[in-house]
């Protein structure tokens, strides 16, 4: 026995010596592996004299988990100092500035539906939304335009093929299905849920491409309905809008009788600006911009949607998101818009996160 303490003191010290993982591992290997001089220890067992044969056995298999703990306790104390050294030697300096991130840009049509939601937000409108492809009812019939009727020709229609009931859908010309829905929502034929105050910003889709024109754009339209909303309101409120909207306090406005099948009566906003040295400017002299349309919803429009045109009335609005934009910022081309060119967004595109509010200015 007292050979196998000889080798468990040599073996124990020269672990408890071990300055690498690699040189506990050669360790490892020659007492325990395979051939190591453990190893050896146990299959010589079988030689030994069978009165001491257990006695024997014990002990080696006791030298066997004192090597093999002792070198499972000897890695982790190794670990532990070399992650400490690393913890002492290195540090980071939190004074450093941030590296800088990537910041992308908001695109114009975004920077401008923003500020157009902050303006009327603030007038107590709320955001409506609905789907891109809607049935002719939505889109036509409910807005006055019934089939055949030569109004239709006012829009170059996208159609999807024809369904077995041989109806088709359309992708919308305009957001005001967004608003029919909104007061069938409402009605349920007893006109619960007025006064109705909301917009409708989002795609549109006409058949149509040239130098002014693409075949989506984007539109917010307006609506209130209530029971003695009137045209008075309707000038106050959009006069309200421009002088927010261009940030000029005293431009020139005004409204210009016109024609939709869905208002009654139908006006144009035009607001004051002057092309004399050949550039446009917002805002003053003796020429006029058309900004939007607007008109008293028709009686026939209130009637489709389940609410009484001899008890309810309002007025809605319309503009195109583009237009406004290029006239607020200067943009030249409207087809430029769709070209996902990063350098033109990154000329005419706006800081993200500097949300526009009244309060700060919509332009920061
Ligand atoms: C324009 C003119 C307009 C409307 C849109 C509307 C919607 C409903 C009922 C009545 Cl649900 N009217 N929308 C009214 C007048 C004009 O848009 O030039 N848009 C670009």
Redesign the pocket.
């Known amino acids: 026995m007292d050979d196998l303490n000889a080798l468990r003191d040599e073996l124990l010290a020269a672990i408890e010596s071990a300055d690498s993982t690699a040189a506990l591992e050669t360790l490892r290997v020659s007492a325990l592996g395979r051939k190591g001089t453990v190893t050896g220890l146990l299959k010589g067992l079988g030689q030994v004299d069978p009165e001491q044969r257990r006695a024997r056995g014990q002990a080696v298999n006791a030298l066997k988990e004192a090597a093999s703990a002792a070198i499972d306790a000897k890695m982790a104390a190794l670990a532990d100092s070399a992650l400490e050294s690393r913890l002492a030697a290195e540090s980071v300096d939190v004074t450093l500035p941030a590296r800088p991130l990537p910041e992308g840009r908001l695109h114009p049509i975004s920077q401008t539906l923003d500020e157009i939601v902050a303006i009327f937000g603030e007038m107590g409108y709320s955001v409506a939304e609905g789907p891109d492809i809607e049935d002719d009812f939505h889109n036509f019939t409910a ?1 006055n335009i019934p089939p055949e009727h030569p109004a239709r020709q006012m829009f170059d229609t996208f159609y999807l093929p024809e369904r077995p009931d041989g109806s088709r859908m359309v992708l919308r010309t ?1 957001t ?1 299905p967004v ?2 829905r909104a007061m069938q929502a409402i009605s349920g034929g007893k006109a619960n849920g007025l006064p109705l105050r909301i917009i409708a910003p989002g795609r549109t889709y006409r058949c149509d491409s040239d130098m002014t024109h693409t075949p989506m754009f984007h ?1 917010v ?1 307006g ?1 209130i309905v209530d029971r003695t909303t009137h045209m008075g309101h309707l000038k106050g409120c959009l006069i309200e809008f421009v002088r927010a909207y261009f940030e000029l306090p005293d431009v020139p406005v005004r409204f210009r009788p016109s024609y ?1 099948p ?2 009654e009566p ?1 006006a144009e906003l035009d607001i004051g600006c002057d092309r004399s040295g050949g550039e446009l400017k917002i805002g003053a002299g003796d020429d006029w911009l058309e900004i ?4 008293m ?2 009686p026939n ?1 209130l009637a489709a949607c389940g609410i009484d045109p001899a008890e309810y009335q309002g007025f ?5 998101i583009e237009r406004i934009a290029m006239l607020k910022y200067g943009i030249p081309d409207l087809r430029t818009f769709f070209d996902a060119d990063l350098r033109w967004l990154k000329h005419y595109g706006f800081v993200p996160l500097e949300v526009p509010t009244l309060f700060r200015g919509l332009t920061p």
Request: charged residues 5%; hydrophobic residues 45%; proline residues 0%.
């Open positions: 807005l305009h005001s608003q029919i539109q339209e609506l939709f869905f208002t139908s939007l349309g607007c008109g919803v028709h429009v809605a609005f319309g503009m195109g």
